[in-house]
């Protein structure tokens, strides 16, 4: 019974002297439960232009909020990926799709006859890259039974055999989603120039003759329209046909 009441009394002290008792310290030393971390989402971010820019889930929060749009042209070959600019810098990213989807279709820009030697009579084809992320570009013409050519990621340019005039040259994005939907931006009909010389040339020539035929008819009209009128100077109207009954000396 007495050590009933030590406790008590014990108890008391400790809650008059504003100590926790032991059960209550272990209670608060119990560690914390850590909410789990939440993935990052490539969110759009306003920025002045006619994109909407994103960053890159793995970038940093002070670079993502404090970098602008990446030093990025997507015409240059030979760049880092403006993803992995993004990645490694914070920098933002004009709408870019990501590896899950196939690629949107990059820009053909122009289809270029190679002059030097080495490369003579092969047409140069000129791209830029989509706002996607791609593993590779494929060069094809449209008709032909010759396999694409294929080109690296960072490329922007490659060279074609000799083409016909009028073959329609298109250039695909691919990626492990697929590949990019060909359209009239990818596509390009290719025009020698050496075709346009020659129908400016036909042109002219054409108009050439032309005018010679008509300038041939109008002297043919003139000539005749003064032989006409010399024959027609030759009869004297005011003589008229005389008398058959007189003679030149006023006899019958």
Request: a neutral charge; proline letters at 10%.
């Amino acid at each position: 019974m007495m050590s009933l009441y030590r406790n008590l009394a014990v108890l008391l002290v400790l809650l008059t002297s504003g100590s926790s008792p032991p059960f209550i310290l272990n209670a608060h030393a119990l560690p914390t439960p850590i909410p789990p971390k939440q993935p990052r989402i490539m969110t759009p971010i306003e920025f002045d232009g006619d994109y909407d820019y994103y960053s890159s889930p793995s970038a940093t929060p002070v670079l993502m909020y404090n970098s602008g749009p990446c030093q990025y042209n997507p015409c240059v070959e030979n760049q880092e990926p403006c993803i992995s600019l993004s990645e490694r810098t914070g920098c933002l990213c004009p709408g870019v799709s990501g590896a899950d989807q196939p690629p949107h279709a990059p820009q053909l820009q122009a289809l270029v006859p190679v002059s030097d030697e080495g490369g003579s009579g092969k047409i140069e084809v000129q791209w830029c890259a989509p706002s996607s992320v791609v593993t590779g570009y494929r060069v094809l013409v449209k008709g032909s039974k010759s396999k694409p050519l294929e080109f690296g990621d960072t490329k922007r340019r490659g060279l074609l055999g000799s083409l016909e005039a009028g073959a329609r040259v298109c250039v695909e994005a691919v990626n492990k989603a697929g590949h990019s939907i060909a359209t009239e931006f990818s596509c390009q009909r290719y025009d020698p120039p050496d075709s346009s010389n020659q129908t400016l040339t036909g042109g002219v020539i054409g108009g050439g003759v032309a005018i010679l035929l008509l300038l041939l008819l109008t002297v043919t009209a003139v000539i005749l329209w003064k032989r006409r009128a010399a024959n027609k100077g030759q009869t004297d109207p005011s003589e008229g046909l005389g008398n058959p009954s007189y003679t030149k000396d006023g006899k019958q």
